[in-house]
């Protein structure tokens, strides 16, 4: 089997990572940081919002079972691309809509799934995910991995 890979931000890692690693088709997801300029960071360091880090999802799917276009889907459907730098309660650029493409044609379809949004009209507001090519992965700490299912949750609670 071939697995490919997709990286996602789009507010806290911890129900991100939740909604994509019970997807059939998913085969692990993994929580970091990705798109900023330190290498290495901890989470104290992207929280201080001067890295330019974002918490991300690290998605591994068989995509035999489950398209790309799937797991866009799911990731607009699970927060909101209009909020810059914003997600709920959560602020700063950490917390920014983004989607970080693997390949040519994530790329594209990425790009098209973001038109089709705003087109929809589903939003009065802008769409402001930024798609970019995928920049170095650095896992998140160890406790950070898994967080709501360690904890017996399927979300975090506002």
């Not at 789009?10 to 290498?39: D, H, I, N, Q």
Request: charged letters at 25%.
């Amino acid at each position: 089997m071939t697995t490919e890979k997709a990286t996602f931000g789009a507010g806290c890692f911890w129900g991100v990572e939740e909604t994509f690693r019970t997807l059939p088709g998913v085969k692990s997801t993994a929580v970091g940081y990705a798109g900023g300029t330190k290498e290495h960071p901890s989470y104290e360091d992207v929280c201080s919002d001067e890295t330019g880090h974002a918490e991300v999802v690290d998605v591994e799917f068989d995509p035999q079972a489950i398209g790309y276009d799937k797991l866009l889907d799911v990731f607009w459907a699970n927060h909101n691309p209009t909020t810059p730098n914003r997600q709920g309660p959560d602020v700063g650029t950490q917390y920014r809509s983004v989607i970080f493409y693997h390949s040519p044609e994530q790329k594209a379809q990425a790009e098209a799934s973001k038109a089709a949004l705003e087109k929809s009209g589903k939003h009065s507001r802008p769409v402001v995910t930024q798609i970019e090519p995928a920049p170095p992965f650095w896992p998140a700490e160890e406790y950070h991995q898994k967080y709501l299912q360690k904890r017996g949750q399927t979300h975090c609670a506002i």
